[in-house]
């Protein structure tokens, strides 16, 4: 099914409020646009289109990195409020449309009473949006838009690039800032090396999904979710280097935490970035500077 014809699939009988977006990470502009929609909403059924990957990547074929797997993504939306969510891929058909078709669609399709976006959102191969004539064309189909001031972050939109950068960079109170939660990763716990466990401090490798933007490589200060309860933990993201490693692993060492988790899906949310990898010259080394992560981590001491 090509991605227009999703949305007769999702054909709505009830007016609608509509918005649109990649909505990657639901930052606080998403957040605030998500809100809006809601208090705005009244009798009309609110819908959010949210593209699987970013338009701009896919016109400049920038096969960039997201921060939440789409599951995920849908899940915040959903405790925000907003039940209705059509995911679709922006392929060439969508980007050969002008603004007045893929509204007409909508209208038709979704029944759209209301289109809520972000003030300098342009739709269209034409580019149409608030200051451009957006206004004129809803209203040819008795439609409206509200349009959302964008949140900022002191002086500048907050933008998922910007929190992507402030994830790789390892600036995890930046990028929590910005997205109004805690940046978390998820997977699965999987075997590795076992060189925490020869160490003293037993770690959960997980597997961890590539196509997701991951902090720097560095130790950090983390909470980790098992079975619906939340510890304290470190986690390592490199190369392992004391020991030659080769491979990247996520491996989180959750203190005070003794049970069997290999196989079991794992969330490791990040608080704070406390160094970077580190080759030391011999094993005592290193164990003394991970004691004094976990020290750091516990009582804020290391």
Same mark, same amino acid.
């Given at each position: 099914?090509?991605?227009?014809e999703i ?13 649109i ?5 639901i ?9 809006n929609m =809601?208090n ?6 609110? @819908?959010? %289109?949210?593209?699987? $990957?970013?338009p !701009?990547?896919i #016109? ?6 997201m921060i ?36 007409e669609?909508?209208k ?8 809520i ?11 149409k ?7 004129? =064309? ?7 838009? @509200?349009? %959302?001031p964008n949140? $900022?972050?002191? !002086?500048?939109? #907050?933008s998922?690039?910007?929190i ?5 960079d390892?600036?995890?109170?930046k990028?929590?800032?910005?997205l ?5 990763i ?21 597997q ?12 950090y ?6 079975d ?7 986690t390592s ?14 491996e989180?060492?959750i ?6 988790i ?13 160094r ?7 094993v ?15 009582i804020?001491?290391?």
């Amino acid at each position: 099914m090509n991605s227009l014809e999703i949305f007769n699939k999702h054909k709505e009988a009830k007016p609608s409020i509509v918005t649109i977006g990649t909505f990657d990470g639901i930052h606080e502009g998403h957040t605030s646009l998500l809100t809006n929609m =809601i208090n705005h909403k009244n009798n009309l059924i609110p @819908i959010v %289109i949210s593209f699987n $990957k970013s338009p !701009k990547d896919i #016109i400049n074929k920038n096969n960039s990195k997201m921060i939440f797997e789409l599951n995920e993504k849908k899940k915040i939306i959903q405790e925000i409020g907003i039940e209705k969510i059509i995911d679709i891929d922006f392929n060439q058909e969508i980007q050969e449309l002008n603004c007045k078709d893929f509204i007409e669609i909508l209208k038709y399709s979704l029944n759209m009473e209301v289109l809520i976006l972000g003030e300098d959102t342009l739709l269209g191969k034409d580019r149409k949006g608030y200051q451009n004539g957006l206004i004129e =064309i809803l209203n040819s189909f008795g439609s409206k838009l @509200i349009p %959302i001031p964008n949140k $900022k972050d002191i !002086k500048s939109k #907050i933008s998922s690039s910007q929190i992507k950068k402030s994830i790789s960079d390892g600036d995890i109170e930046k990028a929590n800032l910005l997205l109004g939660r805690k940046f978390f990763i998820k997977g699965k716990v999987i075997e590795g090396a076992k060189i925490g466990a020869s160490l003293g401090y037993p770690t959960a490798n997980i597997q961890y999904n590539d196509d997701l933007v991951i902090p720097k490589d560095g130790v950090y200060k983390t909470e980790t979710h098992v079975d619906g309860e939340t510890y304290l933990s470190a986690t390592s993201i490199g190369h392992n280097p004391t020991f030659n490693g080769s491979e990247k692993t996520i491996e989180t060492f959750i203190i005070d935490f003794e049970e069997d988790i290999y196989n079991k899906d794992i969330k490791v949310s990040f608080l704070e970035f406390i160094r970077d990898q580190i080759k030391f010259n011999d094993v005592e080394s290193l164990k003394k500077r991970m004691s004094d992560d976990i020290n750091y981590i516990v009582i804020g001491k290391g």
